[in-house]
Every structure is written in structure tokens, then in C-alpha cells.
């Protein structure tokens, strides 16, 4: 059996959570972890998975011959680099979202990647939730008919740090981003349109960094549905993710993810536990599905189930969103990017 070598960048929490999951796998092995803070905490960590090589300088990894595979779980703005260093190299890659906070750094991106002729995979996990899969099935196979409107809800229990939200990108590139890809997952469609609107409800801090934290956007489609997405940094019962299509035969819906499905019915009430409280528990499995799926691609030669692609649609409509709520009214994707492209030719 082929052995698919891994080099790690970027050890944080999502990095380790990657890490682990590949460990999982017969057929992978990571040969190095590279994070600019790796220390003793790092290499004790790394050592009782049998990691042996850790560094500071990403250039190790992309210079070792051994490795085949780069995951690129570094902070945001070093992810571009790094894609078009990994293609350079002939490194196969899988990069969380979102690729870029410049939608024309992104384009360079996928421009490097299609030169190299390298596999790309963007880090959507939720497209691999088993409900999720199940909402997109039936849809493509007909069950709900034609689409005609695409409801998604993504609430946060708790709002993120101060410090998380001075580099986050935003509510739309940062969380937003999420339903926009499940939008165009679950509708089989393109977005052509967005029409936002967002405020600062849940804590000023937000604000103070140009940010929202209460945000709602309508779609339209290019196969005529329409859509609505609503956010929120904060609902105080915990993690709220749920999807309705409603099309022409019928409509399917999907709800939170609980512990346990015991309902306690007494004479005050009818109760059940509160939904899965962190990300890290709704979407555990949805994570080493990505995962297994991307080694397996490269195994196989296949394409990704998230490419580059995917992942430029989904900035492309956070920053139609973005320039809805600046300019208040529906702005088309295509409007979008053209005047990306005007701002870079001034520049």
C-alpha cells in the first residue's frame, strides 16, 4: 500500500485536530509539523505521535523531497503563500478556509495550483455532516423537486475573543463563509446575488473592529431560488445549525445535533438537553470524513470534493456580501468582482 507523507503547518487547534485524524489513517504518515511558536509543548506533543521532525520555518517542509502532502492550518494571511510555495514544490494540498482575505490573492493562488497541475482541497468541513449529505442527496436525486428556497441557519453559542475578532475577516468571510458554500452545496447552484444586512446586537467590541455580529443575507440563484442565510455570534441555548430546502415535490429539513434523544415529558413541561455545544462536537466526524476523503483522492487520482473553486465562490459572495451592507442594496456577484478587479488596476 502507498504511503501518502504528510507535512503539517500550522499546529493549533485545528492543526492538531488534522493531525490527529491523518494519524488514523494506515496509509498516511506525517513526517513534520511546522509552527512559528513550536517549543517544547509542541515537540512533546508531537513525540507521543511519533512525530519526530518540528520546526519554525515552513520552508523545511516544502523543501523536504519526502513529503507528499502539505495541510496548510496557519493563520489566514500566510495561507496564499504558502498554496503557491506547495504548488512550486509539486506538493499535493488541502488549506482551510478561507483561502485568502483578497479575492485576487486567491485567483493567484488557483493560478499556481493549476499550473503545477497539483490537487487543491478548501476546508468546508460541514459538507461532509451526514445531515448535511443527506439534504444535498435528496436534492439531486429529485425527492424535493426543483429547489425554490434554501433556508440556513448558523448560530454561535458564544461570540469570539477581542483578539479573534481584530484579524477575523469579518462575520461574512469568517462565519458566513460556512453557509455560503452549504447554500450552493445543498441548491446544486450558483449564487448570483446577495443582498445583506447586518448590526452590532451581542458586544461593541465588534464594532470597534469594523465588525458585525447579528448578520442576515438573501440569494438569489442562477436556477431561480432564492435563498436566506441568518448569523449570530451568540445563541445562549448553544451551537444552532439547521437547513430547509422547499422545492417543487415536497421540502426536507434538517435540525441540531443533540447529546442524546431522550425527550422528558412531566406535568411543568417537555424538555430535552440543549444541542451540541461547540463545533468541535456538531462536526467531529465531519472532519475525519474531509480527511479520509482528500488522502483518498490522492490515492486514487481523483478530484477533491472541495476544490479551489469552491472555495473562491464562497469569498466571492462574503465580499458581495461585504458590499451590500456598505452600499445598502443587492449586489451580483460578477458587480463584485469587477470592481475587485478596478480597485487592483488603481492600485
Known amino acids: 500500500m502507498k504511503t501518502i507523507r504528510i507535512g503539517m503547518i500550522g499546529a493549533g487547534r485545528i492543526g492538531k485536530i488534522h493531525a490527529d485524524n491523518l494519524l488514523r489513517l494506515p496509509q498516511v504518515q506525517i513526517v513534520a509539523i511546522s509552527d512559528l511558536f513550536a517549543g517544547p509543548e509542541l515537540e512533546a506533543w508531537a513525540a507521543v505521535r511519533g512525530i519526530n521532525q518540528i520546526t519554525t520555518d515552513s520552508n523545511d517542509i516544502m523543501a523536504n523531497p519526502d513529503i507528499d502532502a502539505v495541510f496548510i492550518c496557519s493563520s489566514t494571511d500566510t495561507h496564499v503563500p504558502l498554496i503557491i510555495q506547495a504548488a512550486a514544490a509539486g506538493k499535493h494540498i488541502f488549506c482551510e478556509k478561507p483561502i485568502s482575505m483578497d479575492i485576487r490573492q486567491t485567483q493567484e493562488a ?48 458564544n461570540p469570539p475573543h477581542e ?25 446544486g ?68 445535533d443533540h447529546p442524546n434523544t431522550a425527550e422528558i415529558s412531566t406535568a411543568e413541561g417537555i424538555t430535552r438537553d440543549k444541542p451540541l455545544n461547540f463545533f468541535l462536537e456538531r462536526y467531529n466526524e465531519a472532519y475525519v470524513e474531509e480527511t479520509k476523503l482528500f488522502i483518498t483522492c490522492i490515492l486514487q487520482d481523483q478530484q ?21 451592507v456598505q452600499l445598502k442594496r443587492p449586489v451580483k456577484l460578477a458587480e463584485a468582482l469587477e470592481l475587485s478587479i478596478q480597485q487592483s488596476v488603481k492600485a
Open 110 to 157: 488557483l493560478k499556481a495550483v493549476a499550473d503545477a497541475g497539483v490537487k487543491l482541497q478548501i476546508g468546508f468541513n460541514r459538507r461532509f455532516d451526514h445531515n448535511f449529505k443527506r439534504v444535498r442527496e435528496l436534492v439531486q436525486n429529485g425527492t424535493v423537486g426543483e429547489p425554490h428556497i434554501i433556508k440556513i441557519t448558523s448560530r454561535d453559542p
Open 163 to 187: 483578539d479573534y475578532i481584530k484579524v477575523s475577516g469579518g462575520i461574512f468571510k469568517d462565519m458566513m463563509i460556512h453557509d455560503f458554500d452549504m447554500a450552493r452545496y445543498v441548491s
Open 189 to 256: 447552484s450558483e449564487i448570483e446575488e446577495v443582498y445583506a444586512h447586518g448590526n452590532v446586537l451581542i458586544n461593541l467590541a465588534f464594532a470597534t473592529h469594523g465588525d458585525l455580529d447579528t448578520a442576515i443575507a438573501t440569494l438569489r440563484f442562477k436556477n431561480g431560488a432564492i435563498g436566506v442565510i441568518d448569523n449570530s455570534r451568540q445563541a445562549v441555548y448553544g451551537y444552532d445549525q439547521r437547513v430547509e430546502v422547499f422545492g417543487s415535490k415536497g421540502s426536507v429539513g434538517i435540525t441540531n
Open 304 to 324: 477533491v470534493p472541495v476544490d479551489g473553486n469552491d472555495g473562491f465562490q464562497a469569498e466571492l459572495t462574503a465580499l458581495a456580501a461585504n458590499l451590500s
